[in-house]
Every structure is written in C-alpha cells, then in structure tokens.
C-alpha cells in the first residue's frame, strides 16, 4: 500500500471520526495532506469507495486486535478490557467508533459501505458473543441475559456512550464504560 493512500485512509478515517462522513469532502483531504483533489481521486475515485477502505481496514485491525489477544493468551475478561480501552482512547480523543460515527449517516451511504459496516458489527458482536459465552463458562462473567443480546447490550452502551460524552462537560466516562460491562 503506498504511503499517500494510508495517509488518505487515516485523515478519512479521522475526519469521519471527528466531523462524520457527509460532513468533510475531498477538499479537507487534499488541503491537510497538501496535495491535489486528483491525487485523492486517483487512489480512490469516489468517497464511497475511501468509506468502505476505511471499514475494511477498521475490520482488518479489530481481527488483527482479537488475533493477537488470542496470541498472547488473553482470558476473556482481560480481551473484553482491551476492547473497552478502544472506546476510552476514543474518549480522550473526541472522536467516535468508526460504527458509532457511519451508523448515523447510514442511510446516506452507498450499499457498499453499510454492506461492510454490517458486517463489522456483525464480526464485533459474534466476537463478544463468543467471550461472553466463554467467559460464563469458565465464571468469568456472570450474567442473565442470551448472550447475543447481552454482546448487543455491551456494543450498543460503548457506542452511544461516545456520543453523549461528546455533549457532557466533567463526566467519569471509565466508571461509565466499568458500568456497560458489568458482569457481576
């Protein structure tokens, strides 16, 4: 991958995380990265086609992520910790989760991006199925609820949580994450 089109992917990136996806253009890309709009177009042709590069390497790095936790032996609390750490690196940034971010633009993108952004959630909550699942088995967790509702609960509560907190002036948004994924 060449070094101009992972810079472009990266500033897409941080700008739908920051500003949203219909709210920058290839203007903004061009004129941070100090080169022409062509420049932008020759790597990718349409905005579609930068969105849905994002998803996917955003699906290549969480794979990446699960992979390597799995790697290193991580029980499922400590993967489930590591996850959260995403959405508290979030925080510190004022940005949201590329989900949380493309989720309210939904309806506007082209089949194409909302096809791999399903699929990243769908990849996510299988992921958080999975451990939870584990983790009660082994007695880690502790909780009531279907799994694949709960692994729902859990995703639904750190995406959302980026959002209010956006709007919230003095808020102990660890304490809020610790609250999401309470397993008793």
Known sequence: MSVTREKIIELGENLIRSKGYNAFSYQDISTELGIKNAA????????ENLGTSIVKTNIQRFEEMVENMHSHGFNERQQLDTFVKIYLKSHRE??????????????????TTRTELKR???????????????????????FDEEPQSKAFIILSGMVASLQVSRMMDKMDYKNVCQTIISLK
């Not at 177009?41 to 349409?46: A, D, E, N, Q």
């Not at 990243?120 to 502790?142: P, Q, R, S």
């Open 40 to 47: 932008v177009h020759y790597y990718f042709p349409t905005k």
């Open 94 to 111: 004022q940005k949201l989760c590329i989900i949380g971010s493309l989720a309210s633009d939904f309806n506007t993108l082209n089949e």
């Open 120 to 142: 990243m959630t769908e990849i996510i909550l299988k992921w958080l199925t999975d451990i939870l699942v584990t983790g009660k088995e082994k007695k880690l967790f502790v």
